[in-house]
């Protein structure tokens, strides 16, 4: 479990604010993966990355951004925060594409 | 258009009965499916996948293609089995992707 942690675990902040979530590895896994969980949703795929600075679009990306600078960390940005973007956001690894995702503990986002 | 319903939104048994999550997706290619589960305070984890056709805590899945099903079954529930249960497709074009279903809540009752 501690070989994928998110910061912060909570946080609230305003409308047409900045956040930056952070995803941290030490799994050396080449893929990650940002998760919304949303009641009656379940969890839908915002981005995901292939590898360091190869991130692609997921089902529901819009108004949110990607880096991935170094194997371990996965930046999740959302540049003008608004109410809809009030979620729980989970973080995965996996070492390829078809196997199974390992997940972080999740960061639990209010936006007022 | 891939799909993966969960029409179960919370399944109530007592311990003891047998239990069966639903799950059917739409899915034009090949399917690969899993069944993720996450107990309270707990990450959300793989329980199983159909490729494996194990066996874990007493849960196992048969893929239907006819049906295009892929239901989790549990001949006697036990209350740790009481968590979040989602359903998840493995869809391939330009990578890999996991499409979720909308999860069912099983509850064990003692």
């Known amino acids: 479990d501690a070989g994928i942690t998110q910061s912060p675990r909570h946080k609230v902040t305003e409308t047409g604010t900045p956040v930056t979530l952070r995803c941290h590895q030490t799994e050396n896994h080449r893929y990650m993966y940002w998760y919304r969980q949303d009641p009656g949703h379940g969890l839908r795929l915002i981005h995901y990355s292939y590898g360091v600075k190869d991130t692609d679009k997921g089902e529901v990306s819009d108004g949110y951004s990607v880096s991935r600078s170094k194997t371990e960390d996965f930046l999740l940005t959302l540049e003008s925060a608004t109410s809809s973007q009030t979620s729980v956001y989970f973080c995965?690894?996996?070492?390829?594409?078809?196997?199974?995702?390992?997940f972080g503990p999740g960061t639990r986002l209010t936006v007022l | 258009a891939q799909r993966v319903t969960q029409p179960e939104k919370l399944l109530s048994v007592f311990k003891g009965a047998p239990v069966e999550l639903k799950c059917n997706y739409s899915?034009?290619?090949?399917?690969?499916l899993f069944w993720y589960v996450q107990y309270s305070r707990q990450r959300l984890q793989l329980l199983l996948r159909?490729?494996s056709r194990e066996s874990i805590k007493g849960f196992t899945a048969d893929l239907n293609k006819g049906e295009t099903s892929f239901h989790l079954k549990k001949p006697f529930a036990q209350e740790e089995d009481s968590a979040m249960y989602y359903c998840?497709?493995?869809?391939?074009?330009?990578?890999?992707?996991?499409?979720f279903g909308s999860g069912t809540r099983l509850l064990v009752r003692p």
């Open positions: 995965a690894t996996g070492t390829s594409g078809v196997d199974e995702q390992f």
């Open positions: 998840a497709l493995m869809v391939v074009d330009s990578s890999y992707k996991l499409i």
């Open positions: 899915y034009s290619g090949s399917p690969e």
């Open positions: 159909h490729i």
